[in-house]
């Protein structure tokens, strides 16, 4: 079946301008997760969408960061204002949103700011 | 303290050895214990599950220690391909939200 797919794969953009990238959860998972990795780091939490409730958005850097889930699917993580340390790689993971399920990871998005 | 600890390595070891990796977690309230693998510029990808009486796939055992807040993984016959980041993964107590740790570096030498 399909798994979770984010778009673009790819994305060089200019310091200052605005990005947005997409995520489609594995359909039926109710939970959804953004991350970012930076080359040789660990997964960076950036926010949670479980069902209806309220996002957990504790992970966001900044107010330039914001993530939107419409309709309970798929989901877009926006940044203004790009600085050059938002460059990373943004990974979407979705599961079934009850404690005992894994999450299953998209491509990622690679994002470069020059 | 960070909720999901684990040993950055890395950990250098020949073909056929056998390695473990530990991970600590700061949540007593925790229930759900997973091990991903992640590969060099990839994304991350589940190993396994981890059970309370712990359990075994092919090479790969996983055990719970809930009484010390550990979880293990073993890797028996190291192969080169074994060489990856494994990734310690908790849930965060009455939530589903799943905590990764950092990870723990292997490399399988010839």
């Known amino acids: 079946g399909a798994g979770v797919s984010q778009s673009p794969s790819n994305k060089v953009t200019e310091k200052g301008k605005d990005v947005e990238l997409r995520c489609d959860p594995i359909s039926g998972h109710t939970a959804l997760y953004w991350y970012r990795q930076s080359l040789g780091q660990g997964l960076e939490f950036l926010i949670y969408?479980?069902?209806?409730?309220?996002?957990?958005k504790s992970g966001l850097p900044s107010d330039r960061f914001s993530a939107e889930r419409t309709g309970g699917s798929v989901s877009t993580l926006t940044i203004q204002r790009t600085q050059q340390e938002d460059s990373a790689v943004y990974l979407c993971a979705s599961s079934f949103g009850t404690s005992n399920q894994p999450q299953h990871f998209g491509d990622g998005t690679r994002l470069s700011i020059l | 303290r960070k909720e999901v600890e684990q040993d950055p390595g890395p950990f250098n070891v020949p073909e056929g050895a056998t390695v473990a990796f530990n991970c600590t977690y700061s949540?007593?309230?925790?229930?759900?214990f997973f091990w991903y693998r992640q590969d060099c510029r990839k994304e991350p990808k589940l190993l396994m599950s981890v059970y309370s009486s712990g359990n075994e796939d092919g090479r790969f055992t996983a055990q719970l220690n809930r009484a010390s807040q550990y979880i293990s993984l073993l890797i028996r016959d190291s192969k080169l391909s074994d060489s990856a980041t494994y990734l310690c993964?908790?849930?965060?107590?009455?939530?589903?939200?799943?905590?990764f740790g950092a990870g723990t570096r292997l490399a399988v030498h010839p």
């Open positions: 949540n007593s309230a925790s229930q759900s």
């Open positions: 993964v908790v849930n965060s107590g009455g939530y589903n939200k799943l905590i």
């Open positions: 969408f479980q069902g209806n409730s309220a996002p957990d």
